[in-house]
Structures are given as structure tokens and as C-alpha cells.
């Protein structure tokens, strides 16, 4: 049987270097000897494979090196989509991200949140169910936060990433109203207008504004949910001519369930998505939809992270702007 190779420790560091073992430890650490001691130091350590015990360098920093990434609902393609990015971006970026999922659920969120907070993290960015909730001003104060999608308004963030969704509304709404359609139903994954995501208010001065007839109804992002709430509305006393959908998943949701009933896309019921998915391309027809950068919101995340962990960052705030996607899913409403 081979025998297994010892792990390279201090001790053999400080015999190597003719030091002690606390003077290794603190060259190790940039602590207490001068700058060629420690180039000295860390030649041997990588001349012997010496490798750090992480527990014991994350009690000696006070960081742990894990980011949390609290995601509202990973349901949503769109949000699996930046939590992947988000853990390939950290891990660049010399951390690890752990991700939980809320589920949509505000109670579910804060525990989760103080969880990862219980667990030392070094960060924490969230994609918040309820933003305006009171928790986040104590979690701020026990861990920096950075927030995706909506800001925090009640919590000193260490930076946020939102998007201008105002204007994405209104873009959607127009040109729905230049297609010639005058009763639309907006579909959003969640009832709680906030000062980020004020869907209820845009929707209420656009249709007012153009004469149009809205209204505003949830639906989750899994399909099955989102069929059956279209399905409500298509087969109601006054079934909408075009659907505004804040999410591409929502919006897959239209499409399946005009096709169980023998409406078609966009003859008989014109439809918008919200985050550019790319299977929403290979849909019959393809679906008009906004893009947001993901790769953009990815590295200001990880950068607001990094300058948190590091000197705990300034709150600062990006705002992302929406791309329209013209595609095939809009025509003018059947006479």
C-alpha cells in the first residue's frame, strides 16, 4: 500500500526557514517582519506545497470566504440564470457563493437571510421577495448586503443593482397601444408595488394616458401556474386582446395556454415578455421581450461584494437599462 504523503505544515516551514513557527505564521499573514522575510517565507511554503487549513485562516481574518445568494424564487429561469453567473463570478473573484432559494416567500426570505448571516458569510446578495420589509435594516448591520433588482429602502446597502423597469413598462404598453390594442393584461410574479418595481402605478398613469384598459394580475413563474392564470383571463367575460408579461417564463405560461385553446399567437392574442430568455427565440413565433445585461449585473455585483468584504463599499447604485426585443409575438387585434 502506498504510503500517504504528510500535509506540509508551519513547523516545517519554520525548519526550513530557520524561524519560529509564530514568525512564519504572521509572514504568512503580512504581519510583524519585514517584506524580504516574508517573500522568504512564502517561497518556501510553495516550494514544500504547504496549503493553509481554511478553518484556521478564516479564524485568523474573520472572513470565511463564502458569499450567500439569496434568490427570491428559482422557479424563474431568468434568476437561475444570474445565480449561476453570479456563482461563476464570485468563485473569479477568489470566493464561494452559497445560494438558497425563498421561494417566494417573505417569511421563508428572512430566515433564510438570518441563517446565512448566522453562518458568517462575508457578504450577502439578495434578490428580495418584499424589499420594503423591516428585517433587512438589522441583517444590514450584521452583514453587508447587496441587493439585485430592488433596492432596499429601509437598509444601508453596500450597493445595489436594479433595473429601470418604468421604462420597460411604459415601452411595452406603447407599443402594444400602436399595435392597436386597447385591452391588455399586465401579468406580474409579484403584488407589491415598490419604489423600483412600481408596475401597479406605471400601469395606471400609461393606460390613462393612452386611453387603454389594463389590468393587473400575478402569476407565478412556473408554467403550470402561469397557464392556468392566462387561462382565467382569456376565457373571462372581457378576455384581453394582448398580454405585458414582467417575465419571459410568464409569458411561456400565455402561450401555452392559447394554445389549449385554439387562439393563436399573435392573430388572435398578441403577446410581451420581460428578460429575454433564449428558448423564449424558439418559441412559434419567436417573443418580443426585454434583455437585460447579465453579464453587466454580474460584475457589478461581484464588484460591490469584493469592495464590501474589503472596506466594506460605499452604496453605490447601478441602474440597468432594458433592450427591446422586437420579435413576432405582436400584431394589431383581429377586427
Not at 519585514?34 to 506545497?49: F, I, K, N, S, W
Not at 458568517?120 to 446578495?125: G, K
Not at 389594463?214 to 378576455?239: F, W
Not at 394582448?242 to 393563436?264: K, M, P, Q, R, S
Amino acid at each position: 500500500m502506498t504510503e500517504r504523503r504528510r500535509r506540509p505544515t508551519l513547523r516545517d516551514i519554520a525548519e526550513e526557514t530557520g524561524l519560529s513557527s509564530a514568525a512564519v505564521s504572521y509572514a504568512l499573514r503580512g504581519l510583524h517582519v519585514p517584506a524580504e522575510t516574508q517573500a522568504r517565507v512564502r517561497e518556501a511554503a510553495e516550494r514544500l506545497g504547504y496549503q493553509a487549513d481554511p478553518i484556521a485562516r478564516a479564524l485568523a481574518s474573520g472572513r470565511t470566504g463564502f458569499v450567500g445568494v439569496l434568490c427570491g424564487s428559482l422557479t424563474d429561469p431568468w434568476q437561475q440564470s444570474v445565480a449561476a453567473g453570479l456563482g461563476r463570478g464570485l468563485l473569479g473573484a477568489g470566493r464561494n457563493a452559497i445560494t438558497l432559494d425563498a421561494d417566494n416567500e417573505p417569511d421563508r426570505e428572512a430566515e433564510l437571510a438570518a441563517r446565512l448571516a448566522d453562518q458568517r458569510v462575508d457578504a450577502l446578495v439578495v434578490l428580495p421577495v418584499d424589499p420594503l420589509a423591516a428585517h433587512w435594516k438589522d441583517l444590514a448591520e450584521r452583514v453587508p448586503l447587496v441587493s439585485v433588482g430592488d433596492g432596499l429602502p429601509r437598509a444601508r446597502t453596500a450597493g445595489e443593482v436594479v433595473y429601470d423597469n418604468a421604462t420597460g413598462l411604459r415601452h411595452g404598453l406603447r407599443t402594444l397601444h400602436e399595435a392597436g390594442h386597447t385591452l391588455v393584461t399586465v401579468l406580474t410574479p409579484s403584488d407589491r408595488a415598490t419604489p423600483d418595481r412600481p408596475a401597479e402605478t406605471i400601469v395606471r398613469q400609461v393606460a390613462t394616458s393612452l386611453g387603454m384598459t389594463t389590468r393587473l394580475r400575478t402569476a407565478p413563474h412556473d408554467l403550470d401556474g402561469a397557464t392556468a392564470v392566462a387561462r382565467a383571463e382569456l376565457t373571462g367575460p372581457e378576455a384581453p386582446t394582448a398580454f405585458l408579461c414582467l417575465a419571459d417564463a410568464i409569458a411561456h405560461g400565455v402561450y401555452a395556454a392559447a394554445g389549449e385553446l385554439g387562439l393563436t399567437v399573435p392573430a388572435d392574442v398578441s403577446v410581451i415578455g420581460y428578460d429575454d430568455l433564449p428558448v423564449s427565440r424558439l418559441l412559434n413565433p419567436p417573443l418580443s421581450t426585454y434583455r437585460w445585461s447579465v453579464d453587466e449585473l454580474v460584475a457589478d455585483v461581484v464588484r460591490y461584494v469584493v469592495a464590501a468584504i474589503e472596506d466594506g463599499g460605499n452604496g453605490e447604485r447601478t441602474v440597468l437599462q432594458p433592450s427591446p426585443m422586437p420579435r413576432a409575438s405582436v400584431a394589431a387585434p383581429r377586427t
